[in-house]
């Protein structure tokens, strides 16, 4: 075993017998000692970036022409198209299945698998043709973890989850805004589908003064920003998005939001988005909590979002008191939902960044700091006048 000294990290570099070979197209996995424990996507994306670093010389053209300050990934299926062995094909094809079956989407996003580099601080190295390394979305990543890395030779090379080489580096995995987008499409489908009305759900609890017919009252996010993302370099760009609850104003239900918000990609730095947070006619007393999550790679959306809505509608159904003024349930809502939430989502499924109790709808917060301190909003209400 050798070791090089790479941007300031060492990293083993292991060679056999093969390294020593001439290349060939296609070789056989190398193996690693926590091989067993990765789900069989992640041992395919393995599989598949070990062979993008032992065919970089036929598609270095391409990662070139198509990464840069714009974009900072490209489909797999192109570059697997352009190495063209059918097994490598046929093996990126059935990861894609199995990435939308583990995430419980409704609809299936085009080239969901790209191969994107890590952080834009690489794009030089890229564009003066700098040797990369390839590596692919682990599961369950985590500071001090070690890192499976191919050089452009197909070797193994091992480096940290905490340090970063200065070198390119690409990631076989999910284009987590398209799964993000479509994982929210899936639990707002099924909110929405607990939206309807009927006699069972009347409602006991104290009701909300009738809304103004002239505007949409609505929450708007002037500002944010995040101390943690939550991510390791190798999960690249965080991909962060908001639950808002409360309780319907017309049922003893809740009412469930998710909000994206995609340009909020890198912790320590200050976003003004301007972005309609919450809009009031969906909800009772003015009032609404927020829960800021980061996407990760193992979340079932449609899971997630049954497991939430029944947490809220035990937590609404145990409140109940034929009428006096319940405020306080909204509140409950948070805790309730975070306990309900399975203890793998805050490793490598969907983190908590922050989150804030009891929003009202006539508060104007400027800088006000989360329940956790990790993030830092400014909120205004803002009234839209309806078109007639």
Not at 266 to 277: A, C, G, L, R, T
């Amino acid at each position: 075993m050798k070791y090089l000294q790479i941007s300031g990290l060492v990293l083993a570099l292991c060679l056999g017998v093969t390294g020593c070979q001439e290349q060939s197209k296609q070789t056989q996995a190398t193996p690693t000692p926590d091989a067993g424990k990765l789900s069989l996507e992640a041992q395919n994306q393995r599989q598949i970036a070990q062979q993008l670093g032992e065919n970089y010389a036929q598609i270095a053209s391409q990662l070139k022409q198509n990464i840069n300050v714009e974009s900072n990934g490209v489909p797999l299926n192109k570059l697997v198209n352009i190495i063209n062995l059918p097994a490598l094909t046929a093996q990126a094809a059935d990861t894609e299945k199995m990435v939308i079956a583990k995430h419980g989407l409704n609809q299936q996003p085009e080239n969901l698998l790209t191969v994107s580099l890590a952080n834009p601080a690489m794009l030089p190295g890229v564009e003066a043709g700098q040797q990369p390394l390839f590596t692919y979305q682990q599961d369950n990543v985590k500071a001090g973890d070690s890192i499976d890395m191919f050089d452009s030779h197909g070797e193994l090379v091992i480096g940290s989850a905490d340090v970063m080489p200065n070198q390119p580096v690409f990631i076989v995995g999910v284009d987590e805004q398209k799964a993000m987008r479509a994982g929210l499409a899936t639990m707002q489908s099924v909110f929405n589908a607990n939206d309807a009305v009927t006699l069972d759900n009347l409602p006991k609890l104290a009701s909300a003064p009738k809304l103004s017919e002239e505007f949409l009252s609505t929450t708007v996010l002037k500002k944010i920003s995040v101390k943690d993302d939550q991510e390791p370099w190798i999960s690249g760009k965080a991909e962060i998005y908001a639950l808002v609850s409360g309780v319907d104003p017309s049922r003893d239900e809740p009412t469930l939001d998710v909000v994206e918000m995609p340009y909020l990609d890198y912790q320590d730095q200050v976003y003004y988005p301007n972005q309609i947070m919450v809009y009031w006619a969906r909800y009772r007393w003015g009032a609404a909590n927020i829960i800021l999550m980061e996407h990760d790679t193992n979340t079932n959306y449609r899971e997630l979002a049954e497991v939430i809505i029944k947490t809220a509608t035990t937590v609404i159904a145990s409140q109940i008191d034929g009428g006096a003024a319940s405020l306080p349930i909204v509140n409950k809502l948070v805790d309730a939902i975070l306990k309900a939430i399975p203890d793998e989502t805050f490793t490598n499924n969907d983190d908590m960044v922050d989150f804030y109790y009891t929003i009202m709808q006539t508060d104007e917060l400027i800088d006000q700091p989360g329940a956790s301190n990790n993030a830092t909003i400014t909120l205004e209400p803002r009234e839209i006048p309806l078109t007639k």
